[in-house]
């Protein structure tokens, strides 16, 4: 998709294409102070997609360039995640639940931009996935389970008790601290889950990393 940028933060592509979306949340008061400082050339970052708190999504990088918004993580093996994704941020301080018209707007955005680059469900990421060791977003709060609901992201699933470790491997999960990959696996698939590893974790990282074999 091409569309004149408002950011100045973009680049090149470095030879790829969009293969994932990340989602974020802002973690600024609102929407506006977040497209300040996304459209700053003195912060050095951006992101494609920006909604705001009533649902309103504006464009601030084409979608065929390189956006700021990743930072330094992987996904499935592999790095400079900004070059291979379209980055999305909604307006969330991420101590709230996300506005009904903000995830009315996110689930029609992402139909549209998994339709027109052939991103597949599984390939819909948290920047906490990919960064688990510094990330957060878009956190507990966030509904997952709409969007695959709707086919726009991965589900939850259950399997026999397996490796930890290795589903989340499977899974796409960088290599870092049991515990950062515990608590970013635990974002997305199981909310508000405490503790020590259990036997539900690695049941639904079996049954996750599964579907994403079964759809290899």
Same mark, same amino acid.
């Given at each position: 998709?091409?569309?004149p940028?408002v950011?100045?933060?973009?680049?090149d592509?470095r030879?790829?294409?969009?293969q994932?979306?990340v989602?974020h949340?802002t973690?600024?008061?609102?929407?506006?102070?977040?497209?300040?400082r996304?459209?700053d050339?003195?912060?050095e970052?951006s992101a494609h997609?920006?909604i705001?708190?009533?649902?309103?999504a504006?464009a601030l990088?084409?979608?065929?360039r390189?956006?700021?918004h990743?930072?330094?993580?992987?996904w499935?093996?592999r790095d400079d995640?900004?070059? %291979?994704?379209?980055?999305?941020? *909604? &307006?969330?301080p =991420?101590?709230r639940p996300?506005?009904a018209?903000q995830? /009315? $707007?996110?689930c029609?955005?992402?139909?549209?931009?998994?339709?027109?680059w052939?991103i597949?469900?599984?390939?819909v990421?948290?920047?906490?996935d990919m960064?688990p060791d510094r990330?957060s977003?878009?956190g507990p %709060?966030f509904?997952?389970e709409? *969007? &695959?609901r709707? =086919?726009?992201?991965?589900?939850?699933?259950?399997?026999e /008790? $397996?490796?930890?470790?290795g589903?989340?491997?499977?899974i796409?999960y960088?290599?870092c601290?049991a515990a950062?990959r515990l608590?970013a696996?635990?974002?997305r698939?199981?909310p508000?889950a405490?503790?020590?590893?259990?036997?539900?974790?690695r049941r639904? &990282?079996a049954?996750?990393a599964a579907?994403?074999?079964?759809d290899?």
């Amino acid at each position: 998709m091409s569309q004149p940028p408002v950011s100045p933060n973009h680049g090149d592509r470095r030879g790829q294409r969009p293969q994932l979306i990340v989602i974020h949340y802002t973690a600024m008061a609102s929407a506006a102070l977040a497209r300040a400082r996304l459209c700053d050339p003195q912060a050095e970052v951006s992101a494609h997609w920006l909604i705001d708190e009533q649902g309103r999504a504006e464009a601030l990088v084409p979608e065929d360039r390189r956006a700021w918004h990743a930072g330094a993580g992987s996904w499935r093996g592999r790095d400079d995640v900004n070059s %291979r994704s379209i980055g999305i941020e *909604l &307006a969330n301080p =991420g101590d709230r639940p996300f506005a009904a018209a903000q995830m /009315d $707007a996110l689930c029609a955005l992402l139909g549209d931009i998994m339709a027109r680059w052939s991103i597949p469900a599984k390939a819909v990421i948290g920047h906490s996935d990919m960064a688990p060791d510094r990330k957060s977003d878009p956190g507990p %709060r966030f509904d997952w389970e709409r *969007l &695959a609901r709707q =086919g726009l992201a991965l589900p939850s699933a259950c399997a026999e /008790d $397996a490796d930890f470790r290795g589903s989340l491997d499977r899974i796409g999960y960088p290599d870092c601290a049991a515990a950062d990959r515990l608590a970013a696996f635990r974002l997305r698939f199981r909310p508000w889950a405490t503790g020590p590893e259990s036997q539900q974790d690695r049941r639904v &990282a079996a049954g996750v990393a599964a579907l994403i074999c079964a759809d290899a």
